[in-house]
């Protein structure tokens, strides 16, 4: 079982330019959470997707964007980016009915420059 | 809406020694709570979840928390600390609306440093 996979791992990017993060869920799994983890912080919910469709949001803004594919894996999407956009991005895998805990994968760092 | 209090950002205890990690959550109805720990630069690893049932929980690498709904507490402890426990390590709490993994919320963490 390979568990959450992450692509890429890091990433550099200048701002106001726009980034793909991508995620595989664990094999058996069918949800899958973005996270912001900024410097020194604990990690913020950015959104969840089941069925191909955003299931819960935190306080983020709409610049942030997913999508969720048949084969369950996802993608997290920022346009215009700042430079408080730079962070650890962890996507987490879990099954969306069931008493679990979520799995997650080793993160993105997402620097901007 | 749910939130989670760890009150030590920093705590340094001597290799061998016993530790407590203190946690805080406020949450309307039954909690999930989580323990995480993470090393520099990594994702997170679960040590440990509560969910329902026996309030004293075991986990991985020999720690064990306890939930106490009277205190609003989930305290992460370990009898003895071995050096490559130092890390940094969150408590969560889930919504549990859907699956209790679904939409976490987290502490800011605590730094351990472990003393040789």
């Known amino acids: 079982d390979a568990g959450v996979t992450q692509s890429p791992t890091h990433l550099i990017k200048t701002r106001g330019q726009q980034v793909t993060l991508r995620c595989s869920p664990k094999s058996g799994h069918d949800t899958v959470s973005w996270y912001q983890q900024a410097l020194g912080q604990g990690p913020q919910f950015i959104f969840q997707y089941y069925e191909e469709e955003e299931r819960q949001r935190g306080n983020f803004p709409d610049r942030f964007s997913g999508h969720q594919f048949p084969n369950y894996s996802s993608e997290l999407n920022v346009n215009a980016l700042l430079l408080g956009d730079s962070a650890l991005y962890l996507c987490a895998s879990s099954l969306y009915s069931a008493n679990t805990e979520a799995f997650f994968g080793q993160g993105t760092r997402l620097t901007v420059v | 809406a749910q939130s989670v209090t760890q009150p030590d950002i920093h705590i340094t205890v001597s290799e061998g020694a016993s530790l407590e990690l203190r946690c805080n959550y406020s949450?309307?109805?039954?909690?999930?709570l989580f323990w995480y720990v993470q090393s520099p630069g990594q994702g997170l690893q679960l040590l440990l979840k509560?969910?329902?049932?026996?309030?004293l929980v075991q986990g991985i690498k020999g720690f064990e928390a306890e939930f106490k709904r009277s205190q609003s507490s989930f305290n992460l402890r370990k009898p003895s600390v071995h050096w490559s426990d130092a890390a940094e390590y969150f408590c969560a709490v889930g919504a549990g609306v859907t699956g209790g993994g679904n939409k976490l919320t987290f502490g800011t963490g605590t730094q351990l440093k472990v003393e040789l």
């Open positions: 509560y969910f329902s049932g026996d309030t």
């Open positions: 949450y309307g109805a039954t909690p999930y």
